[in-house]
């Protein structure tokens, strides 16, 4: 038994220490909106939050979460209440297939959370982390800086 | 040119059904003695409907059959659809319904509805067509060819308007007030004295009554959602991770499972050793399957661990080993026999031999490319001994049960494909191999779900790429004029390879080996075009764009070497050679939109221009490139295009940009290269695309000058490869002739 702190809640996962959080979130505990592309970090699709900071939920054992609260897309907003990210990249109709955008919404949240005002250099540094095999790239970068306008009142 | 064209004119006839408490409306197929596979659970003369609005006591439900891969046809479907029948697609339910009419079979000939006329040239020319991709794609239930919305554009609001008329119609005998003196209003029909009468009240009413068909499409004038920023009806599942894609389904008591199988793809399995496997925690059992093994384990991640634990000898693949060998075989391959020559205008030996002319000759390479969706392959199977049903992402759903019967014995009646949303595809999603893989792991758990996922690793080594082509070609000049161009490839053929595990080998030549070659609009005076058939290598499938994807890169890159060579300006001979005005305007509005005077964009810094015509639209696109210390930076992007008519504003410019990101991001870096009958390139790491940091702006444009309404999925990909190249020899003067670029140059 592994415990872990997903979305504020507190959640027992009957799984082995070595297994991957994106598996852990996935198949014991059902929460889906984190993808798999990869398994090699190579992708993004797999991004969540770990107290704040954006990791690449393939590459994190679950034994070695401890404490640090776990937020996944379904935490950051719901489609009643989106994040200002998530609105952003509603208004500005981002997605294509969708399947990366969870983790290009969670990477882009990290980064505004740090950096509320980020230069185009560390968009492209922290986003280009995330692959878009449809090629949403334009529209990922500028629903980063509506978002940032956003959040900082504008 | 103009092929879909002929499609979208063709008659088709609209029709209701009763269906379980309420009335289905879409279009009719009757049975006649001509091959098609959608109908083959009818009698002769049987009559199909495949419906696209069904009405009940629930409420309105509109289905939309063409897959939804990431383009947006869902949306564009709904749209279409209710913008004839007055409803709020974001407040319907929509499905992409079951594959193939036989569903409704039943009701249809229950109610024996009449249905006058049956265009039976339409069907034969499909037949006869069969050389042709969009044709062939169209008969068979598919999504592909860019063909959702021309095909949709007058038949779903066709369903809607009869929809409407009918509910009308019944409204009318409900009141007593005229049709004619009715109105409809947000999924209601409406009265003169402002009684709103339900849809969903009026559908058992209406499934008694004969469709009303002499309707008229509303004009484009009186559009409120066409032509309109709408949003897209997915838009905000898919910004908050709550949209299910098949791999996201669970179900109770759902196993889960993985497969490895040869990949030398074809090839067989020798010998494996899971007695270790097999005691791992968590395994229910490995399975032997066709080509490999499978694992059925309580979790994907044990799944993929202990399939890739299990020791496994495998037999040759059925073809070359190396890439060596596969160019080798392509290069033979232009010492035989033609496979097609489509265009031989004037005489190029001629021009050849005219000792005033500068002649020029090249060798052009494309490599094998994977489509490597995000979403990896991916497929859920409930079996029991006499029913199967699959949840699935797939682009070909009828296929899929004509192939799970074969594989299972059940019988094709009992055999539900529910299509999933897809994270992706290009493509890919036109095989199944996944989907049968998942079938017989299904039925070693039979009367339990199972869920079979690829690792990426087996997803990118078995993805049925584009093939490898080598392209010559000789080309002179003289006067200042591109005066002959003979254009020859050759390649494994696609169509072949594809249809052959599809239905059944397929006879004649395969255009699509010099497709964007031979059916371009220009009119150099001497212009031959010739295709060389390969032997079937590794097995191939379409690519965003198919044949064009390759022969694009290779007609423009030649065709721009032509144009140093006579000394003329890129934009301006390409004017010049143009024949089909639609083209022109494009090209003309490329011109002024990028404000094009000539490649020179001053220090280290220059554009280049490619034109492909494909899917019937004409699309020429500008990138702009700096060359720095580091490498080739892109810039910026003109994309022009012709569609006939803009539906969806937001969408199409999603699509032209995406389509210009996938060319550009596949020419600088992505390849397969085989050795030992796979491919190396096994993850994203060694096949990349392009990332965010490499993304030009990108400036697109969809003109409406025409009259055929064209879809956007894939034409913005074949010019954007050739016109990087073409940039970066402006800039440098290296004339790159193979993809990737990568291998000559670098990117920053
Ligand atoms: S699945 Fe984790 S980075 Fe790709
Ligand atoms: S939207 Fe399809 S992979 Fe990004």
Redesign the pocket.
């Known amino acids: 038994m592994v415990e872990l702190r997903v979305n504020g809640v507190v959640q027992q996962v009957d799984v082995e220490e070595e297994m991957p959080l994106?598996w852990a979130l996935r198949d014991a505990l059902g929460i889906t909106g984190t993808k798999?592309?990869?398994?090699?970090?190579?992708?993004?699709?797999?991004t969540v939050h770990l107290d704040g900071r954006a990791v690449?939920?393939?590459?994190v054992a679950v034994g070695d979460v401890g404490h640090r609260e776990i937020t996944t897309i379904e935490g950051l907003g719901t489609p009643e209440s989106p994040h200002p990210v998530q609105a952003a990249w509603i208004e500005l109709q981002v997605a294509q297939c969708g399947y990366c955008q969870s983790g290009q919404i969670m990477s882009a949240a990290a980064l505004l959370e740090r950096t509320p005002d980020p230069s185009d250099d560390q968009i492209d540094r922290v986003l280009s982390a995330n692959l878009c095999r449809c090629g949403t790239y334009p529209r990922i970068k500028s629903a980063v800086k509506l978002a940032a306008q956003r959040l900082q009142g504008g | 040119m103009g092929r879909l064209g002929t499609v979208t004119r063709r008659t088709f006839l609209i029709g209701s059904a009763a269906v379980a408490g309420g009335v289905a409306f879409g279009t009719y197929m009757v049975k006649r003695p001509l091959p098609n596979p959608l109908l083959d659970d009818l009698a002769e003369g049987e009559a199909a409907i495949t419906p696209y609005v069904k009405i009940d006591a629930d409420g309105v439900t509109l289905i939309t059959p063409r897959a939804d891969k990431g383009q947006g046809a869902y949306s564009i479907q709904a749209h279409l659809i209710a913008e004839e029948l007055d409803v709020d697609p974001h407040s319907v339910r929509l499905t992409p319904g079951l594959p193939g009419p036989a569903y409704y079979n039943a009701n249809v000939l229950k109610e024996g509805s009449p249905f006058p006329q049956y265009d039976e040239s339409w069907m034969a020319q499909r037949v006869r067509g069969l050389m042709e991709l969009p044709a062939k794609l169209m008969g068979m239930q598919m999504t592909g060819g860019s063909t959702t919305t021309p095909e949709a554009y007058e038949k779903l609001r066709m369903a809607g308007a009869v929809a409407r008329e009918t509910l009308k119609e019944a409204a009318a005998r409900q009141t007593g007030v005229a049709r004619s003196m009715l109105s409809t209003e947000d999924g209601h029909v409406v009265t003169p004295s402002g009684d709103r009468l339900a849809y969903a009240d009026l559908a058992s009413l209406a499934a008694d009554i004969r469709p009303v068909t002499n309707v008229e499409l509303r004009p484009p004038e009186d559009w409120t959602r066409l032509g309109r920023s709408v949003e897209r009806v997915d838009i905000v599942a898919k910004s908050t991770g709550t949209l299910d894609y098949g791999i996201d389904l669970d179900f109770d008591d759902m196993l889960h499972a993985s497969v490895r199988t040869n990949p030398g793809m074809g090839g067989a399995l020798v010998s494996f050793d899971a007695s270790a496997a097999e005691s791992m925690r968590g395994v229910s059992q490995v399975v032997e399957i066709t080509n490999g093994v499978g694992v059925v384990a309580d979790n994907t991640w044990r799944a993929f661990q202990v399939v890739n634990a299990i020791e496994i000898e495998w037999a040759d693949g059925p073809y070359p080993s190396s890439q060596g060998e596969i160019w080798d075989e392509l290069a033979r391959a232009h010492d035989g026999e033609p496979d097609s020559r489509n265009r031989d205008d004037g005489d190029v030996e001629a021009m050849f031999s005219d000792s005033a002319a500068t002649v020029l000759e090249a060798e052009y390479r494309v490599p094998f490319l994977a489509h490597a969706p995000l979403e990896p392959m991916n497929a859920i199977v409930k079996a029991s001994d006499d029913r199967l049903e699959i949840w699935t992402g797939t682009q070909i759903p009828g296929f899929i049960k004509t192939h799970a019967a074969e594989l299972s014995g059940v019988a094709p009646e009992n055999i539900f494909v529910y299509v999933q949303p897809m994270g992706g595809s290009f493509g890919r999603r036109l095989e199944d191999t996944y989907v049968l893989q998942a079938i017989e792991m299904a039925l070693a758990e039979k009367g339990r779900p199972v869920k079979m996922t690829w690792t990426r690793e087996e997803d990118m080594t078995h993805d049925y790429p584009r093939p490898a082509q080598l392209a010559r070609m000789r080309g002179a000049v003289k006067n200042g004029e591109v005066q002959a161009y003979d254009f020859a490839n050759s390649s494994s053929s696609v169509m072949n390879s594809w249809f052959g595990r599809l239905m059944g080998p397929l006879p004649g030549p395969d255009a699509t080996i010099v497709s964007g070659a031979w059916d371009q609009p220009l009119g150099i005076p001497n212009y031959r075009v010739t295709g060389y058939r390969a032997p079937e290598m590794v097995p191939t499938s379409s690519w965003r764009s198919v044949g064009n994807s390759g022969v694009g890169f290779q007609h423009a890159g030649f065709l721009d070497e032509l144009f140093v060579a006579a000394g003329v300006d890129p934009m301006d001979e390409l004017i010049r050679l143009c024949t089909h005005d639609l083209s022109r305007q494009v090209l003309e509005e490329l011109k002024s939109l990028s404000g094009w005077t000539g490649p020179s964009l001053g220090e280290d810094r220059a554009r280049g221009v490619a034109f492909a015509m494909s899917f019937g639209v004409p699309m020429a696109e500008v990138v702009e490139v700096t060359s720095t210390p580091r490498g080739i930076r892109i810039d910026k992007v003109y994309a022009v295009c012709e569609v006939g008519r803009v539906l969806d504003p937001v969408n199409i410019e999603a699509q032209i940009t995406g389509g210009v990101i996938w060319g550009l991001g596949h020419a600088m870096n992505c390849e397969l290269t085989y050795e030992n009958f796979a491919p190396k390139q096994t993850n994203y790491h060694n096949f990349e695309g392009m990332r965010l940091y490499q993304t030009p702006e990108i400036v697109a444009k969809a003109l409406e000058n025409g009259d055929e309404v064209n879809g956007i999925g894939e034409p913005s990909v074949p010019p954007a490869g050739p016109a990087l190249a073409n940039a970066i020899f402006a800039v440098s003067g290296q004339r790159i002739r193979e993809l990737p670029l990568n291998k000559h140059v670098r990117f920053v």
């Open positions: 994106l798999y592309g990869c398994g090699i970090a190579q992708c993004g699709a797999c690449r939920a393939c590459q």
